[in-house]
């Protein structure tokens, strides 16, 4: 039979490899003791040094082109790409009246349209055989824009972009400019956009949805306003190719251009390279006036739209402040606390978590970049339902304007946006992007320390300073409530609630009845 046997020396010592080895545990077990008696005794004890985040300033990136434009570099040598963004204000505001949805059609097709050297199939064939994107339109984009970050933009600007291998940036730029400079509108891709643009208007009242929103913007902005004047069947037809030429001579040159470039780079060769592509302009273009503000005040009171779904959205709000406003930063922590912070929020818990009357609350405050935007909450829940849900809403609204908030929201808001912070700059295209967005919707030139001073702001927000700016903006006798849905259901309610829109309301809402899709105008002999 086999057996192992332990051989030890005969001077019971043991051999010099075994002892070597428990030297050098002995050794590691010493080191490794001060450590775990400095350690937490359980993981809710671990302390984090106190975060502080140092957002980028614009002065390292701007520079003045000999030309006046003003360009945003944000060097980044690990990426093989450069993204180049001219920004523009530009957007429906500037519309003339008949033509509505100019704007917009020119904006798309500047670099899908062809130039006056090149057809658009020959540039969408440059364009793939570099592996690069040119791209254009109204508002920020999708991820493709600025290095995958897409741009903080509104409806009332515009951009035009190319992402392209840093080998062949000379030939992206030069095929952006050329798009800038002189599109041709080519004829069929001028057919091809009416004709999409018009079967979507086609589709404007399928969706609930679709319906809530123009109506909100009309009850909040009035009629009149320019984000009220939609593209119609007939504005759409009457746009000529003489008409996006002139509306691309007016606007699309260097006096309306902000550049945000980002990626593999020398600053000084980039200048050199942008100075030569944007110097020589056939138009200088024209910097437009900012957006103009609504000229009457918002429809206050209760509506409705009926629309056969099993499921009525509602829209709760009114007009509050700009984004320059004093009480701006308690304005964000107050909308975050009360709808805005995701599942942390009161309007969710109560109305989703507890209640489960609504998969999606929402509220948000827009913070107007040109002038005061609204504060709106929305939600969605089957007709029956829509008068206890919006019961609660009111109350939870009410309760934000009495009580104080807790110290425990207060802290976990102010965290939230301070801590969040760094992901507006998370790369070298965010960096370029955000700061040239600041520059061309001019709180650059009016709050140069929004950024530095952002963390300083919310962090000296107080519970009181929620209170008094929930009673200073959220005020429920000027609020609009808009209903889209099922009407009769809605009104019924259900059977184990004693809510009620009529008694809610003060009476029955007024009725809204559906736009024709394409002339956007309502049924002759109903009410407005």
């Known amino acids: 039979m086999n057996r192992t046997h332990t051989m030890t020396p005969s001077n019971g010592r043991a051999p010099r490899g075994v002892r070597a080895l428990m030297v050098a545990l002995a050794t590691l077990a010493a080191l490794a003791a001060p450590v775990a008696a400095q350690g937490p005794s359980h993981p809710d004890r671990l302390q984090y040094p106190t975060f502080r985040y140092v957002p980028p300033k614009a002065a390292p990136y701007r520079v003045k082109l000999s030309n006046g434009m ?79 970050g897409g741009l903080p933009l509104g409806n009332t600007e515009g951009r035009a972009s190319v992402n392209v291998l840093a080998k062949d940036l000379d030939e992206g730029l030069d095929l952006l400019t050329d798009c800038l400079r002189g599109a041709a509108f080519q004829a069929d891709r001028v057919k091809l956009f009416k004709d999409q643009a018009q079967q979507n208007m086609k ?20 009629e009149d ?43 000084a060769t ?60 308690a304005a964000r922590i107050m909308n975050d ?35 005061a935007e609204p504060w709106r909450l929305v939600f969605q829940s089957k007709v029956r339902s829509v008068a206890f849900a919006t019961q609660i809403a009111m109350t939870e609204i009410q309760r934000m304007r009495d009580s104080l908030v807790t110290p425990t929201e207060l802290e ?44 300083t702001r919310l962090n000296a927000v107080t519970a009181e300073d929620v209170r008094r700016v929930a009673r200073r903006l959220l005020d429920p006798a000027r609020m609009t409530v808009l209903m889209v ?22 009476g029955d809402p007024k009725r809204l009845p559906l736009r024709d899709p394409l002339t956007m105008k309502r049924p002759a002999g109903l009410p407005n």
């Open 270 to 329: 980039m200048v050199r390279k942008l100075e030569k592509a944007f110097g020589k302009w056939p138009t200088t273009g024209e910097r437009p006036a900012t957006p103009t503000a609504p000229a009457r005040p918002s429809q206050a009171g209760w509506y409705m739209v009926e629309k056969d779904v099993n499921q009525g959205r509602v829209s709760i709000g009114l007009p509050t402040i700009d984004r320059y406003d004093a009480d701006w930063a």
């Open 225 to 267: 306003h320019w984000s009220n004047h939609f593209t119609t069947q007939a504005s759409l037809e009457g746009i000529t190719t003489d008409d996006l030429k002139a509306f691309q001579r007016r606007y699309v040159g260097p006096r309306n251009f902000i550049l945000a470039v980002s990626g593999d780079f020398d600053r």
């Open 70 to 148: 003003i360009a945003y570099l944000v060097p980044d040598r690990g990426t093989p790409l450069v993204n180049v963004a001219v920004l523009m204000r530009l957007g429906p505001q500037l519309d003339p009246a008949g033509k509505e949805g100019l704007a917009g059609m020119c904006a798309n097709l500047l670099t899908r349209s062809g130039t006056a050297t090149r057809t658009a199939e020959q540039v969408e064939a440059r364009v793939a055989s570099l592996g690069a994107t040119l791209e254009s339109g109204i508002g920020g984009g999708g991820g493709r824009f600025m290095g995958g």
């Open 485 to 506: 849905g099922d009407t009769k259901s809605m009104l019924l309610g259900d059977d184990k609630h004693d809510a009620s829109i009529v008694k809610m309301a003060g």
């Open 203 to 222: 589709r404007r009242n399928d969706e609930s949805g679709e319906i809530e929103d123009r109506e909100w913007s009309v009850l909040l902005r009035g």
């Open 412 to 455: 976990a808001s102010r965290a939230k946006f301070v801590e969040s912070l760094p992901t507006q700059f998370e790369t070298a295209g965010a960096i370029a992007g955000v700061l040239a967005v600041e520059e061309l919707t001019g709180r650059y030139e009016r709050d140069p320390a929004y950024f530095a001073d952002y963390a």
């Open 337 to 371: 606390i009360l709808g805005g912070g995701g599942f942390t929020a009161r309007l969710v818990n109560r109305i989703r978590s507890d209640e489960g009357l609504a998969y999606s609350v929402n509220s948000r405050i827009e913070g107007g970049t040109y002038y």
